[in-house]
C-alpha cells in the first residue's frame, strides 16, 4: 500500500489541468501498452466472508486465474461490485493482484465515480501502483451530454501516464458512448481500448470499423462473432469458470479456427445465458461458491440468486464438467 498516496484537492483537480492538456512524455509507451489489450480478460469477483474482503479467496482464485492462462485481469470492476467497496478494501485488492500476476500479465483498475475532479483525484493515488491502466464508465445516474463525456474523458487521460479504456454499459450507466464520441476520444494518445458492452453486435462492429481503439467483447454470448468482426478478446465475467476453455476459444478464433471454436464455445451457450439471468455477479458467485472457491456473499443491495437459478446452475455446471474430456 502507499506510504504516501498523491491526492489533489477536488476543487482543484481540474482547474490544475485546465492550463495544461498536454498527454505527456509517455505516448510510445502507451502505443506499446496497445498490443498488450487482447485476448481473455477477467473481471475478478471480489469474495467476501462475513462481510469482510475475503483476501486468502482472493488470492486463490486470481492463482487459479493466472495459472489457467488468463491474458489480464481487472479489479474492482462492475463484476467486483466496486460500489460496495471502501478505499481501503480497492487498495488491498489492486495489491493482492499485483502480488498474483507479479508482472507477468497486466491488471487493469476500475476507475467508477460521479464527477471528474473526484476520478482526477484517485487516477492520481492508483496510478503509482503498477497497473495496466484504468476502465472508465461514463458516471452513473449523472446522465451527461455527449459533450460532457468527451470533456471527462480527456480530463482524466491528461491526468494520467497509463492506458484508459473505455466502458460502454447504457445498461448500468443510463447513457451510451456514441460513435462519435468513441471517434473524438480515440484522438487521445492514453484512451487506447473500448470494452463494448451494450449488447449490440452493431455497435461493437461500429466501434471496430470506424475508431483505432481495440476494441474488447464485454457481451459473453458474444464472444465469437465480435471476433469474427475483428474484436481484439474479451473482457468476460463467464471465463472465471473452465477459463482454460475460454483461453482456448480465443486462440483457435486468433488463429482463424472457427469451426474448432465453435464446438468449444457451444456448450457454454446455455451456462452464459444463465450467468446473466438474474443480476451479475450474484450467479457467478453461487457457482464460483459451488466450486468452493468464495463464498456465496454478496452485498447489499445486491442479494443471492434465487434456489431455482442455482440449482439449474449447478446442473449446466456439472454437465459440462462430464463432457471436459472431449472439449479440452
Known amino acids: 500500500m502507499l506510504d504516501h498516496p498523491v491526492m489533489l484537492e477536488a476543487s482543484s483537480a481540474v482547474s490544475q489541468l485546465a492550463t495544461s492538456s498536454s498527454p505527456g512524455p509517455h505516448v510510445e509507451a502507451i502505443t506499446a501498452e496497445k498490443q498488450r489489450l487482447r485476448g481473455i480478460w477477467v473481471p475478478v469477483v471480489t469474495p467476501f466472508k462475513d462481510g469482510s474482503l475475503d483476501v486468502t479467496a482472493l488470492r486463490h482464485l486470481a ?30 485488492i489492486i495489491e493482492v493482484l499485483l502480488e498474483i500476476t507479479d508482472t507477468q ?3 487493469l483498475m476500475g476507475l467508477n465515480g460521479f464527477g471528474t475532479a473526484d476520478l482526477i483525484q484517485q487516477a492520481n493515488m492508483l496510478q503509482q501502483y503498477d497497473i495496466f491502466g484504468f476502465l472508465m464508465a461514463p458516471p452513473p445516474f449523472v446522465k451527461p451530454s455527449q459533450t460532457g463525456l468527451i470533456r471527462h474523458f480527456n480530463l482524466v487521460a491528461d491526468s494520467v501516464n497509463k492506458p484508459i479504456v473505455l466502458y460502454n454499459v447504457p445498461s448500468r450507466c443510463g447513457v451510451a458512448l456514441e460513435l462519435d464520441t468513441l471517434k473524438a476520444l480515440a484522438g487521445h494518445p492514453h484512451i487506447i481500448g473500448l ?7 452493431h455497435n461493437l462492429v461500429q466501434a471496430i470499423a470506424h475508431t483505432p481503439l481495440n476494441v474488447m467483447c464485454g457481451d459473453d454470448a458474444l464472444l465469437l462473432s465480435a471476433m469474427q468482426y475483428g474484436a ?10 473452465n477459463t482454460d476453455v475460454f483461453v482456448s476459444i480465443y486462440e483457435l478464433m486468433h488463429t482463424g479456427q472457427l469451426a474448432a ?4 464455445f457451444t456448450p457454454y451457450e446455455q451456462l452464459i445465458a444463465l450467468l446473466f439471468r438474474e443480476t ?9 461458491a459451488h466450486q468452493r472457491l468464495v463464498e456465496a456473499e454478496l452485498r447489499l443491495p445486491l442479494s443471492n440468486v434465487s434456489v431455482a437459478l442455482e440449482k439449474e446452475l449447478v446442473s449446466t455446471f456439472e454437465q459440462l464438467a462430464q463432457g471436459s474430456s472431449t472439449m479440452r
Open 280 to 288: 451479475n455477479p450474484a450467479p457467478l458467485k453461487a457457482l464460483l
Open 63 to 92: 492463482q487459479q486465474l493466472v495459472n489457467s492462462g488468463v491474458h489480464g485481469l481487472v479489479a474492482c470492476s462492475t463484476t467486483g461490485e466496486f460500489g460496495s467497496l471502501s478505499t481501503t478494501e480497492k487498495l488491498t
Open 232 to 241: 481484439s478478446g474479451a473482457i468476460s465475467a463467464a471465463a472465471h469458470i
Open 195 to 201: 470494452k463494448e458492452s451494450s449488447g449490440s453486435l
Open 261 to 264: 471454436a465453435k464446438k468449444h
Open 105 to 107: 500479465i497486466p491488471v
